[in-house]
């Protein structure tokens, strides 16, 4: 996965987002995007970072984050 906090604003795209979305939920967890991004595009702002979080424990986080993305965390 890529350090989405050094990517252009709007690098995540939707469809990417959806992605994640759908990698979480394929496995009965939630994620929710969170922090100033959410405000940010509230008040029709670009944002400089994605911040999530999920009802999924960091063990299962890491899985499905490796599954959809590769190597995540060492």
Sequence with gaps: MTNMTK???DALSLAALASLGNAFARRGKRIYLVGGMVRDRLLGRQ???YDFTTDAAP???K???SELCGTVFQ
């Design 47 to 49: 944002s400089a970072d």
């Design 63 to 65: 899985h499905i984050l």
């Design 7 to 9: 990517e252009a604003p």
């Design 59 to 61: 063990e299962e986080s």
